[in-house]
């Protein structure tokens, strides 16, 4: 552009161009058109590139919560089972399901031995001074 304008003002001092010179002059304002459109078209690329840069921060952010959910989720249900098969370890309880009373369902001494071994083996022990 600075150039072009040059041979611009060289023009209106009369000076003599050449031929490639006098066409450039002539394109002048094309050119200047041309740049002005140029940036335009960089503003608004730029706007989509910050647009697209919040939309994926937005979209991990979301990711984010959602495995932060899912993960909660898996850590209630894991208390929830412990707490079930910690309950099989209490005296009063097997002797609830031995003769299927209370409300619990009766379960073979067996069954319920496995279930006790699996809840020893799962169930951290609890420290109630803590």
Do not use: M
Not at 54 to 75: H, V
């Amino acid at each position: 552009q600075l150039k072009l304008e040059d041979y611009k003002d060289r023009l209106k001092k009369g000076e003599a161009l050449n031929q490639d010179q006098l066409e450039a002059v002539e394109k002048y304002d094309e050119v200047v058109h041309n740049l002005e459109f140029a940036k335009e078209l960089q503003k608004t690329f730029s706007g989509l590139s910050q647009d697209l840069l919040k939309a994926q921060r937005k979209a991990q952010r979301r990711e984010s919560l959602l495995k932060l959910e899912a993960e909660k989720k898996k850590l209630r249900t894991i208390l929830q089972v412990q707490y079930v098969l910690q309950n099989f370890t209490q005296e009063h309880v097997q002797k609830d399901f031995k003769g299927g009373v209370n409300g619990a369902i009766y379960l073979p001494s067996k069954e319920l031995d496995y279930l006790i071994r699996f809840a020893k083996l799962t169930c951290p022990e609890r420290n109630e001074n803590l």
